[in-house]
Structures are given as C-alpha cells and as structure tokens.
C-alpha cells in the first residue's frame, strides 16, 4: 500500500467514525400529512385506473384469463385483415383502388427524392442549416426557461 | 403487516429514516420531501407485496436512493447541458495533498459538532455530497457508486476524499478549541 492509499485508507476510517455518530434526521411534522393526503387521492381512483396488481381478485383472473384467450385465438387463427376505412372506391365512381400501403410509402419517397434531386444541393444544404438552427434556438429557450424556473436550486 | 390499516403506523415508523436519506442525498428539505411521499405512495401501490415487513426497511432505502439519484441525474442533463461540459477534464485531476488524521483519538462528537458536520455535508457540493453519503451512509463501495452514477471510479475516489477532506477541515477548528 503507498503513501496515498494508507492515507486514503486512514480518511475513511475517521470518516466512518465521525459521521456513523450522526443520527438520522428527523422527518418534517409536514411529511406524514402529506403522504395519507397522497394515499388518500390513490384510494379514490376506481379499481381500474390502479395497477393490476391492485385490482380485486375477479377481475385480475378474468382480465388474465381473457387476455390469455385472446392470444390464444389470435396465435390460432392469425389476425384478422383491417377493415378499409375511408376507401376513395366509396367516394370516386370508378375509381378502382390498386395501390397498396408499400407502393403509396415508395410513391412519397419518390417523391421526395425527385423535389431534393431537383432543389439543388445548396437548397437543401439551408434547408437542413435553418431546421438544425430551429432545433438549437428551441434547446436554448428550453434550457434558459429551466434555468429560471429551478433558479433558487 | 400488510393489513391497508397498519400503514400509518408504517409511516410513522419509516419516515425518519426514509426523510433522512433523501435529505443527505439531495441536501434540499422541499425535494427530500417530495421524495419521501413519493417513496411512501410507491410502498401504499405495493403494499400487499411487501410481505411481512422483514425487507420493507431495506426496500424503502432502495426505492428512496434511487428516486434521489433519478432526480440528481434529471436535473444534472438539464443543467449541465451548455455549462458543465468543460469542467469534465478538472474534475479528473488528481486528488489534493490533504494530510490524513494521524491523531485523531475516538471520541464522542459534541451536539454543536453534530450540527456543524450536517450544515457541512449540507454544503458541499452535490458531486462530493452524493459520493460520500452513498459510501458511508448507504454502504456501497466505489465500484457500485461509479455504476450508479455513471461517472468513472478516479472520479468518485477524487469526490469522496475531497469530501472528507472539507468535512475534517470544518472541524478542525472546533478540534482544536474543545479538544476532541
């Protein structure tokens, strides 16, 4: 052991000895209001916006039992297909719809690519300075805002 | 143990002890507050887990330290975000020539020395205070610290011993006059 660490060592020790001479604070007369008030606002919430574990007996055997019987169902029988909600065939005479989830996503890539390709480098090169300079401006306002808020801390 | 209507009593008899680590570790009586009903809300949600009461005195300082070191390391990225990033290469620098207390005989702290160690530990700054207090009042060793904290193992040695040398130096005058 060098110079140091049985220095260390020594610290540690009258550490240990003055400071296990301290005795435990004693909690403000404030605290044990404040937690049967908190307690109490728990106590009023209807059992099924408590944590599972809290709600009664019946109910966590049948929600268990039902959640098991439903991916039980499901693992069986496969998902069933989404309904189409919205389908531009109910609004368009005619219109026979044939472009699927994947080809509408390549479409706006597409898209994309071709208006970037055509705007230039320079125009995107700004375009991602100003959104980058945003993104900083906003981070500022937020930390200066923090700042202020937790000032006396 | 676990009956709803004893947890009052629960209360009563843990809440020193859980107040007390959240205050040494925040050094801040309104968040040690706020830390300690918001440990006792998370004991009433798991009160029937708790068993017969055997481990909720070590379950309570678990969930109180980590709710503490939650809060130290929300409020440090908040912060430390433009500030503290420059003080990363000082704090590594090696730890000060502090002379190690050769005489110290045991003896039995005063009441005002008592008072002037906590205002101490109080004092000093949050790095130093949560290191130290998670070395000697909460028992781990540096290894399990520097996990906690995510900081390096030089670093917590460099905190604690900075510590302890700051706490000495606040009573050495007192040594001195009374003796001890």
Known sequence: ?153 | MNDPANFDNFVLNYQDMVYSTAFRLLGNEAEAEDVAQETFVRAWKHWAELGDGTTAGGWLKTVTRNLCLNHLQRYRNRWTLFTDLRRSDDEESAEPEIVAPDDWEEATLTADQRSILNAAIGALPKDQRVALVLYHFEGLDYVAIAEQLKVSLGKVKTDIFRARAALRKKLQPLRETVGV
């Open chain 1, 1 to 153: 052991m060098n110079e140091q660490e049985h220095n260390d060592a020594k610290m540690a020790r009258w550490a240990d000895e003055v400071l296990g001479q301290l005795p435990i604070q004693s909690a403000p007369a404030t605290l044990a209001p404040r937690i049967r008030a908190a307690v109490a606002r728990l106590k009023v919430l209807p059992w099924y916006r408590r944590p599972w574990l809290q709600w009664p007996l019946g109910w966590r055997l049948l929600s268990l039992g039902l959640a098991s019987g439903v991916s039980a169902a499901m693992s069986y029988w496969g998902l069933p297909a989404a309904p189409t909600v919205g389908s531009p065939a109910d609004l368009v005479p005619g219109y026979h719809p044939t472009v699927t989830l994947a080809g509408a996503f390549a479409t706006v890539a597409h898209g994309l690519f071709q208006a970037v390709s055509h705007a230039g480098t320079w125009t995107v090169a700004i375009g991602l300075a100003v959104a980058g300079a945003l993104w900083c401006l906003s981070l500022g306002l937020g930390t200066v805002c923090w700042r202020l808020s937790i000032r006396d801390n």
